[in-house]
């Protein structure tokens, strides 16, 4: 999703289930398939062990062992042998009976691959930013370019940030996105918190300024009328096209690019009868 000036640019909102727990769903599938348990001097398979590991667990793998590598070599590097030899090293994750599980390298390393093979609709999550640039005005595309934000727990693991950009410039060449080729740069912001706690902080900071009494409902409504009167967060966006500032806040700008594409727009919803303070 895109923000913009502050404002939600609504009709960039995708989303796909390419989040944690496909990463993890990653991992299981390929410590069933290829991990190893030592045991003493002995090894055996995994899937005689461990053929369904706990979510806590396997999230305690991904951190301890796992990162994203770079881009897995195409047809055109194993014909011309200019694809990577590396591969990271194995490693050993004590489980709780006493027996250690063998982590190798594959696993390590393209468990993430997931996130960017794509799903059943063809979407990654490069494709994902790039096709909510798509949805924004054009005047606003470049500078949401060069601030993109990932937060989560997810984002966390070594490497992603990295990967993510190297797909995103990949994948500009192809012709379903030959309308951000002129974009020149993709930056990726770095925020002053952790990325697993960053949405709770936004909220924080959010509750705290007092003047953007357009952006949120206030407690004593809430308190009064429930949550089942509580509309869509998205049924406020039209309010924004109202260039009048609301009582204590201040004054906005009048036009932007992202104000004439909201004015322009016939499909946000009706304007709630919702009260603000």
Not at 84 to 91: C, G, I, K, L, Y
Not at 145 to 156: F, K, P, T, V, Y
Not at 212 to 233: C, I, M, Q
Request: glycine share 8%.
């Amino acid at each position: 999703m895109c923000v913009y000036e502050g404002m939600v640019v609504l009709p960039s909102y995708i989303s796909a289930e390419l989040g944690s727990l496909a990463h993890l769903k990653s991992i299981q599938k390929m410590i069933t398939e290829g991990g190893e348990v030592k045991e003493g001097p002995n090894t055996y398979k995994a899937v005689d062990f461990y053929s369904d590991l706990s979510m806590e667990v396997l999230e305690d793998i991904r951190a301890r062992t796992c990162f994203s590598g770079k881009r897995p070599p195409t047809d055109n590097d194993v014909k011309s042998g200019t694809e990577a030899t590396h591969r990271a090293v194995d490693m050993s994750y004590p489980m709780s009976d006493g027996q250690h599980l063998v982590i190798n390298g594959k696993i390590r390393e393209r468990s993430v691959e997931v996130l960017f093979d794509g799903d059943g609709d063809g979407n990654s999550v490069a494709t994902l930013i790039l096709d909510a640039l798509l949805k924004c005005p054009i005047d606003c595309r470049t500078e949401l370019a060069e601030n993109i934000l990932i937060i989560g727990g997810g984002s966390m693991l070594p490497g992603l940030t990295h990967r993510i950009k190297e797909e995103i410039l990949a994948l500009v060449a192809f012709s379903r996105f030959s309308a951000l080729q002129g974009i020149k740069t993709f930056k990726f912001y770095r925020p002053n918190y952790p990325a697993n706690i960053m949405s709770w902080v936004g909220g924080s900071i959010m509750g705290c300024v007092e003047h953007l009494h357009d952006r949120y409902v206030p407690r004593e409504f809430y308190n009064s009328k429930g949550v089942a009167t509580l509309p869509d967060w998205c049924s406020l966006a039209p309010q924004l096209k109202d260039n009048t500032a609301v009582s204590g806040s201040p004054s906005r700008r009048t036009s932007s690019p992202y104000r004439d594409f909201l004015a322009s727009s016939t499909t946000l919803p009706p304007i709630s009868n919702l009260a603000l303070s």
